[in-house]
């Protein structure tokens, strides 16, 4: 004869509330990460223009050399 656990129903609502919960957290977490203060937008625009300037010049002497366009 085989008994039923007094737990059997949490499971079943277990299964089913776990993964909605595991995505409202993640999607939460997503959220909050994505927001940048204004310091951390100019550093990155800073250094989107170095690295810019940076390319740019490593492509002119390149064509200084001779060497042509990569």
Same mark, same amino acid.
Request: aromatic letters at 8%.
């Given at each position: 004869?085989?008994?039923?656990?007094?737990?059997?129903?949490?499971?079943? *609502?277990?299964?089913? +509330?776990g993964?909605i919960?595991?995505?409202a @957290?993640?999607?939460?977490? +997503?959220?909050r990460?994505?927001k940048?203060?204004p310091?951390?937008?100019?550093i990155?625009?800073?250094?989107? @223009?170095?690295l810019?300037?940076? *390319?740019?010049?490593?492509?002119k002497a390149?064509?200084a050399?001779g060497?042509?366009?990569r």
């Open positions: 004869m085989e008994t039923q656990s007094p737990l059997g129903g949490l499971w079943g *609502l277990a299964t089913i +509330i993964p919960l595991f995505l @957290v993640l999607a939460w977490a +997503i959220f990460n994505r940048s203060s310091s951390e937008k100019a990155s625009e800073q250094s989107a @223009v170095d810019r300037e940076e *390319l740019t010049a490593e492509r390149a064509e050399e060497k042509g366009p």
